[in-house]
T-cell receptor
Framework: SQKIEQNSEALNIQEGKTATLTCNYT??????LQWYRQDPGRGPVFLLL?????KEKRKERLKVTFDTTLKQSLFHITASQPADSATYLC??????????FGDGTTLTVKP | KAGVTQTPRYLIKTRGQQVTLSCSPI?????VSWYQQTPGQGLQFLFE???????NKGNFPGRFSGRQFSNSRSEMNVSTLELGDSALYLC??????????????FGPGTRLTVT
């Protein structure tokens, strides 16, 4: 069956460093992958979408890579700030309107 | 543009009761998806509606149902509530589901507690 795994439940880093989050998937052939940010008690917020034919995508301090051979996406936050502390979710969309989400990685950026 | 709104934000119900949750998508968005989020199971897809038709459905029992109105507003209903139904219910709307490459805009969620 389809499965998404995000590398760890929690990631702690120091302010100013680069945070790298991993999303691995099996039994999927997604056309695209999305990353969301979720703060406690709130709905996820869309960050980036990357298509299978795109190796890398950037948005300000965010960078996403998509390796369909490794079946993996990496999500980077450069020059991290305490305000980046949140849970980050990856999602694959095998069918329109039906996103399958990973369990998320909770990032804590310490000042 | 106003975001996705969900009502009510918090709800406490007793086992066996039923509940109806409401979602108003972003203006112009015709696709509405519903998700259940719990600490143990994460975000689980319930169903998706597009132009008043249910297009996709997740693996939830028939006690979970929904509908969409002509103005794209959507409701979901849970009958015969169980303790395990306690969760954050999230609604998401999107504008371009047909091509597959789209982003979803989530509402703040409805926190349902079943006692």
């Amino acid at each position: 069956s389809q499965k998404i795994e995000q590398n760890s439940e929690a990631l702690n880093i120091q302010e100013g460093k680069t945070a790298t989050l991993t999303c691995n998937y099996t039994n999927y052939s997604p056309a695209y992958l999305q990353w969301y940010r979720q703060d406690p008690g709130r709905g996820p917020v869309f960050l980036l979408l990357i298509r299978e034919n795109e190796k890398e995508k950037r948005k300000e301090r965010l960078k996403v890579t998509f390796d369909t051979t490794l079946k993996q996406s990496l999500f980077h936050i450069t020059a991290s700030q305490p305000a980046d502390s949140a849970t980050y979710l990856c999602a694959l969309d095998p069918l329109p309107g039906k996103s399958t989400f990973g369990d998320g990685t909770t990032l804590t950026v310490k000042p | 543009k106003a975001g996705v709104t969900q009502t009510p934000r918090y709800l406490i119900k007793t086992r066996g009761q039923q509940v109806t949750l409401s979602c108003s998508p972003i203006s112009g968005h015709r696709s509405v998806s519903w998700y259940q989020q719990t600490p143990g199971q994460g975000l689980q897809f319930l169903f998706e509606y597009f132009s008043e038709t249910q297009r996709n459905k997740g693996n939830f029992p028939g006690r979970f149902s929904g509908r969409q109105f002509s103005n794209s507003r959507s409701e979901m209903n849970v009958s015969t509530l169980e303790l395990g139904d306690s969760a954050l219910y999230l609604c998401a709307s999107s504008s371009n589901p047909g091509t597959g490459a789209y982003e979803q805009y989530f509402g703040p969620g409805t926190r349902l507690t079943v006692t």
